[in-house]
T-cell receptor, first 114, second 114 residues
């Protein structure tokens, strides 16, 4: 059974704090993705990674960075959290060259920045 | 203008109704079309996948793609309360990278009441 796990389901942080969101997949997938999901806006891609230490900006990378030191782990970093980063964050993964469309998602982390 | 547009609803129907969910897209390069279902407090899961134009049926669900009008549809027959969820359409380009990068619609919130 495929599995993508995220380190926290709910997080409350203060403005200016550094925030780490972690994602781990156990499917040996090459590609990993970070999205944020907001009402009326759907899923928007923040960053993705196609290999260890490789990363590409998505549609909304401003205010975020990522780290991929191991194949199974992809971290999203908010260097200085702001209230407009309050959102649901979703991690996903898939295999390189796989049937296009099959991304496996984690349960999400709901982040509140006060 | 977003590359993929989806009416966010919400949509409320009685049990047994036929549900029609729709998206439009603007980029002719999109060749792969998917529907994801997301239950409350969960990550999205792939529901249906189609390549290029045509219909695909899976039980009570039918996915339809009309590339000439850039229109994507999902039909649910004999809808059940367990179908209550957010439905997200998504698209992917053919060729290019094999990263499996998706572009999502805003999602439609569906409630099926007994």
């Amino acid at each position: 059974d495929v599995k993508v796990t995220q380190s926290s389901r709910y997080l409350v942080k203060r403005t200016g704090e550094k925030v780490f969101l972690e994602c781990v997949q156990d499917m040996d997938h090459e590609n990993m993705f970070w999205y944020r999901q907001d009402p009326g806006l759907g899923l928007r891609l923040i960053y993705f990674s196609y290999d260890v230490k490789m990363k590409e900006k998505g549609d909304i990378p401003e205010g975020y960075s990522v780290s991929r030191e191991k194949k199974e782990r992809f971290s999203l970093i908010l260097e200085s959290a702001s209230t407009n980063q309050t959102s649901m964050y979703l991690c996903a993964s898939n295999r390189q060259g796989s049937l296009k469309g099959t991304q496996y998602f984690g349960p999400g982390t709901r982040l509140l920045v006060l | 203008q977003k590359e993929v547009e989806q009416d966010p609803g919400p949509l409320s129907v009685p049990e047994g109704a036929i549900v029609s969910l729709n998206c439009t897209y603007s980029n002719s390069a999109f060749q792969y079309f998917m529907w994801y279902r997301q239950y409350s407090r969960k990550g999205p899961e792939l529901l249906m996948y189609t390549y290029s134009s045509g219909n695909k049926e899976d039980g009570r669900f039918t996915a339809q793609v009309d590339k000439s009008s850039k229109y994507i549809s999902l039909f649910i027959r004999d809808s059940q309360p367990s179908d209550s969820a957010t439905y997200l359409c998504a698209t992917a380009r053919a060729g290019g990278t094999s990263y499996g990068k998706l572009t999502f619609g805003q999602g439609t919130i569906l409630t099926v009441h007994p």
